[in-house]
């Protein structure tokens, strides 16, 4: 098993940037592809960003694609979401999540272990 825990998150206006962090503990961390998920209020979580057990290869969905970029130091257990010209519809709560392969990685059901998540919010 993996505990993860998320941090970074907070208040920004629109055109900002914010770094969350997911500090991994438990289980050999580089087991696992990790993944960035996110719910705003009233919505389904949806997929945001994976990146493979190496690092090497990452995902993002079309809505954060040139913006946002996922990253991992596997030294420190950790894995990172740098979010750069935020929205206001970038508002939610992101959570960071723990897979076993990267196969079909913007699912949801592909991954086992899920954190707390950390708020972000966008202000216009």
């Known amino acids: 098993q993996v505990q993860l825990v998320e941090s970074g998150g907070g208040l920004v206006q629109a055109g900002g940037s914010l770094r969350l962090s997911c500090a991994a503990s438990?289980?050999?961390?580089?087991?696992?592809?990790m993944g960035w998920f996110r719910q705003a209020p009233g919505k389904e979580r949806e997929f945001v960003a994976h990146i493979s057990r190496s690092g090497d290869s990452t995902y993002y969905s079309d809505s954060v694609k040139g913006r946002f970029t996922i990253s991992r130091d596997n030294a420190l257990n950790t894995v990172y979401l740098q979010m750069n010209s935020l929205k206001p519809e970038d508002t939610a709560v992101y959570y960071c999540?723990?897979?076993?392969?990267?196969?079909?990685?913007?699912?949801?059901?592909?991954?086992?272990?899920w954190g707390q998540g950390t708020q972000v919010t966008v202000s216009s």
């Open positions: 438990g289980s050999s961390f580089t087991t696992y592809p």
């Open positions: 999540a723990a897979s076993y392969n990267s196969i079909s990685y913007y699912s949801r059901a592909k991954y086992a272990y």
